[in-house]
Antibody
Framework: EVQLVESGGGLVQPGGSLRLSCAAS????????MHWVRQAPGKGLEYVSA????????YYANSMKGRFIISRDNSKNTLYLQMGSLRAEDMAVYYC??????????WGQGTLVTVSS | DIVMTQTPLSSPVTLGQPASISCRSS???????????LSWLQQRPGQPPRLLIY???NRFSGVPDRFSGSGAGTDFTLKISRVEAEDVGVYYC?????????FGQGTKLEIK
C-alpha cells in the first residue's frame, strides 16, 4: 500500500523558516516525480513545487521561487520542502503527492503550517 | 501560467439526480506528446484530495462508473450520473500539461 506521511509543520513567526518532510513507502520512490501542493484554510489547492525522480529538475510556483527549496533523498525515501521568509499567506496545509505521468495518484494527509507572531 | 476556470463554484443537487461541472483552460492542454493532461480531483470534507479522472476521461482505480469526464482542447466536463451522499465535497480540475501545474478554483457539491 502506498503511503505518504508529511511532518514538520507547526507554528512559525513571520520571516521564519521551516522544513517539511514527506516519508514515502509502498512504491519505488526513486522512480517518481514528487510534488508539494498547499491549501490555505477554506481555500482551494495551490501548486507549490515539484522535483523529478532523480532530483535533477525542480519547479516552483512563482510566489515561492527564491524562498522555498524542494529536495529529496532517495536512499531515505523522503521528500523535503525547506521554506524560508515565511509570510502570513503561506499558512496552509501542505500535502505531498506522487505524480504518475502527469497525475497526482497518491496524496498524504497533509501537515499544517501556521505563520503568526 | 495556464489559468483553469471552473463553473459553477457551487452546485446544490438532489440525491439521485445528475450533476455537471465545467472547466475551461486559458490555453490548449494538448501536450506535444499528444496527450491532454487534464484530471479531476475530489476532496471530501476533512480529507486530502483524491484522483477521480485522468487524461480527460479515464476513471482512476476504484472510482464508481457514475463519474465520467469528457472534453478536448480547452473545455472539459465532469459529470456525475446520479449523485450519492458520499459525493459531497469539492471538485477540482487540474492541468499537468505545462509547468507549473494549475488547479481550478474548486466546485462545491452539496445536497439540496
Amino acid at each position: 500500500e502506498v503511503q505518504l506521511v508529511e511532518s514538520g509543520g507547526g507554528l512559525v513567526q513571520p520571516g521564519g523558516s521551516l522544513r517539511l518532510s514527506c516519508a514515502a513507502s509502498g512504491f519505488t520512490f526513486s522512480s517518481y516525480a514528487m510534488h508539494w501542493v498547499r491549501q490555505a484554510p477554506g481555500k482551494g489547492l495551490e501548486y507549490v513545487s515539484a522535483i523529478s525522480s532523480n532530483g535533477g529538475s525542480t519547479y516552483y510556483a512563482n510566489s515561492m521561487k527564491g524562498r522555498f527549496i524542494i529536495s529529496r533523498d532517495n536512499s531515505k525515501n523522503t521528500l523535503y520542502l525547506q521554506m524560508g521568509s515565511l509570510r502570513a499567506e503561506d499558512m496552509a496545509v501542505y500535502y505531498c503527492a506522487r505524480e504518475v505521468y502527469g497525475d497526482y495518484v497518491n496524496w498524504g494527509q497533509g501537515t499544517l503550517v501556521t505563520v503568526s507572531s | 501560467d495556464i489559468v483553469m476556470t471552473q463553473t459553477p463554484l457551487s452546485s446544490p443537487v438532489t440525491l439521485g439526480q445528475p450533476a455537471s461541472i465545467s472547466c475551461r483552460s486559458s490555453q490548449s492542454l494538448v501536450h506535444s506528446d499528444g496527450n491532454t493532461y487534464l484530471s479531476w480531483l475530489q476532496q471530501r470534507p476533512g480529507q486530502p484530495p483524491r484522483l477521480l479522472i485522468y487524461k480527460i476521461s479515464n476513471r482512476f482505480s476504484g472510482v464508481p462508473d457514475r463519474f465520467s469526464g469528457s472534453g478536448a482542447g480547452t473545455d472539459f466536463t465532469l459529470k456525475i450520473s446520479r449523485v450519492e451522499a458520499e459525493d459531497v465535497g469539492v471538485y477540482y480540475c487540474m492541468q499537468a500539461t505545462q509547468n507549473p501545474y494549475t488547479f481550478g478554483q474548486g466546485t462545491k457539491l452539496e445536497i439540496k
